[in-house]
């Protein structure tokens, strides 16, 4: 039996759509419905009932899928047994919001490849629910959002979350502490409208009772930064980027005494049978936020 046909047949299941499981295995539609009519005639049944365009699966196309993950997960186990996959190139597309890739992505992805030689990168930097979609849909193997991500096959944990402050230019904002009233004379900037940052600072100012000032939904955190450099405002960002921003740019963390909530994060990913590098990364990028946040905490105290 062919395993690289079980494969075809194991991720069209997994992901309800031959297209994206031709697109999650870099093989062209027609050629992976090709391997599944040709696993069909070897075991001389049918898996994927094709009477008309809906994509369902028999009943002993079910029974097999149990069986094809069990296969998969075998010849992993095998291979990494006997070394023979050690050194073999692994795709993991990734996907992440900007406050990840400004704050600690780039320093896990040189420990990722510090751990795993093999490891080859597709990242994709976009909002969160763009990402939680394409995790859904099977488009990206591992996305870092601020919200998890759904759906049969796929799986979700926290992460630390990333503290939230307000950053203004370094001598335009000089003042030793902030007050809400104090930053209600400026313009804000801060995420997407609606996105949980946008939603925390309209919540900070509503419970210390001042009126909100003008608020201003930026996508991107490059742009903010340099809205702020320019003289335009006040953003809100995570600490982590802020920090980073400062030792290149006239931008500094302000002092306030009210605090805004932390920005939660969640890595979503889907089960690979087939690899170890999507749990590898996960469990590489849990213990890489947590001792960022750490390293963030001490220094915010000191």
């Known amino acids: 039996m062919n395993l690289r046909f079980v494969e075809a047949y194991y991720w069209a299941v997994s992901l309800k759509s031959v297209t994206r499981a031709a697109e999650k295995l870099f093989i062209t ?3 992976l419905s090709a391997r599944i009519a040709a696993l ?13 365009k809906q994509f369902r699966v028999t009943v002993v196309g079910t029974r097999f899928y149990n069986y094809a993950q069990r296969l998969l997960e075998l010849q992993r186990q095998i291979k990494a047994e006997m070394g023979s996959d050690q050194l073999r190139a692994s795709m993991l597309r990734i996907g992440a919001i900007e406050s990840v890739v400004h704050s600690w992505l780039g320093d896990w992805l040189q420990q990722m490849r510090a751990d795993q030689p093999g490891f080859e990168l597709e990242l994709t930097v976009e909002t969160t629910p763009l990402l939680t979609e394409h995790v859904r849909r099977g488009t990206l193997d591992l996305v870092f959002a601020a919200l998890p991500s759904s759906g049969e096959g796929v799986r979700t944990r926290a992460l630390a979350p990333m503290e939230m402050v307000f950053v203004g230019h370094a001598l335009l904002h000089p003042r030793k502490r902030y007050s809400l009233a104090d930053l209600a004379r400026f313009d804000l900037l801060t995420f997407q409208r609606g996105s949980q940052p946008h939603l925390a600072l309209l919540d900070a100012f509503r419970q210390e009772g001042v009126e909100p000032p003008r608020v201003h939904a930026i996508s991107s955190i490059s742009a903010m930064v340099q809205l702020v450099e320019g003289g335009f405002g006040i953003a809100t960002l995570p600490r982590l980027v802020a920090e980073r921003m400062a030792q290149r740019q006239p931008v500094r963390v302000l002092n306030t005494v009210a605090l805004l909530a932390p920005l939660p994060l969640h890595v979503s990913y889907r089960d690979d049978p087939t690899s170890t590098v999507t749990l590898a990364a996960l469990e590489a990028a849990a213990a890489f936020a947590g ?10 105290i000191s």
Not at 40 to 52: A, F, K, Q, S, T
């Open 29 to 31: 539609q027609s050629a």
């Open 40 to 52: 069909e005639e070897e075991l001389g049944v049918m898996l994927l009932d094709r009477r008309d």
């Open 291 to 300: 001792l960022r946040k750490r390293a963030s905490s001490k220094k915010s």
